[in-house]
């Protein structure tokens, strides 16, 4: 190999491993580590081959609205609507298939009832301007209302034999060994890491959140940028819930509940800025790791859910105040070399 382009891969490396952000990355692998490290010696079943798959399908649907949260968030906005729209296309779904639809057919038309949520947030909070916290959390409410009504106010039937192979594509299946949830996951992981990270659309996302004025004098489309995310969002939330139907062959009205603070969580811990401009998708899967692992560990500790839930909200809170922390001595910093 020539010397020249054993250097280029080389420095390539070197950036990928040392580039921005990769600093909190790195900081949530170690704590996803000793986490790892902790469980295992309480319990030895924890690292067992059939732990380990069950968990990486547990962390698969985290680490898909993890996604759309981090979209959502890298634009210095917030989604709370995803455990509704969840919700929704669980029972969307689950209804349309028990009243005798083509699961695909199903699928498609949930999918169109999603995307419209995220083409509503995305004008709500960039072209009417309402805030993100506010726009969403009347979306939500109106998405649970929907998943709620669409079966008149009732959890559906089991969608039947005939959705055997929308089950196991979703849920039950596994392709080389490994479910097909992960694969899934980790397909659309790369689909939406290389869009944020090699494309213009990615680009424009960044320069919103960095600063959305700044963005806008530069020629960046704010509220096509915006609607982009939130439909990331909402794409990502949908396939959660059909993943959820296939899981319990049925529609469950509360489906997705909690499920926008664990985006969050995914979010913030793997090193996604709350405050916009800032975050990798790679340190979502470590988010979302670092989520699984606590639910998984703490459960074969025998600690109920409300401990688990206690102790994932406290880790977002102290992400998200080390970050504010972070930024805001980046910005002294930043404001004092300008006086000098």
Known sequence: MPENELYQRKSFLLQALTGRGMGQVWTALLGLILLCV???????????????????????????????????LI???????????????C??????????????AAVAVTLVACLAVGVAN?????????????????????????????????????IGKGAQMFRDLFYYGRTGGVYNTIWIAAALWLVFNFLLRRTRTGRHIYAVGSNVEAARLSGVDVVSTTTKAYLVSAF???VVG?????????????AGTMYELYAVAASVIGGVSTLGGQGLLLGTVVGASIWGVLQNGLQ?????????????GAIVVVSV???????????RRRSGKQKE
Not at 75 to 89: C, F, K
Not at 246 to 251: F, L, Q, Y
Not at 321 to 331: A, F, I, M, P, Q
């Open 91 to 104: 029972m969307i779904s689950a209804t349309l298939m028990t009243k005798g639809m083509n699961p695909w």
């Open 236 to 238: 990502c939330s949908c």
């Open 300 to 312: 074969f500790a025998g600690a109920p859910v409300a401990i688990r839930n206690i102790a994932i």
């Open 38 to 72: 902790v469980f295992s010696g309480l319990n030895p079943v924890f690292l067992s081959s059939r732990n380990v798959s069950n968990l990486l399908r547990q962390i698969a649907p985290i680490l898909l609205i993890g996604i759309g949260q981090s979209y959502v």
């Open 75 to 89: 634009t210095g906005n917030i989604d709370l609507s995803i455990g509704s729209v969840v919700g929704m296309s």
């Open 122 to 158: 995305g004008w709500l909070v960039a072209k009417f301007r309402l805030p993100p916290f506010i726009a969403t959390l009347g979306t939500m409410t109106v998405a649970r209302g929907i998943a709620q009504i669409v079966n008149n106010n009732y959890n559906t039937d089991s």
């Open 242 to 254: 059909l993943i959820v139907c296939a899981t319990s062959g049925m529609g469950t009205m509360d």
């Open 321 to 331: 105040l080390l970050d504010v922390l972070v930024r805001s001595r980046g910005k």
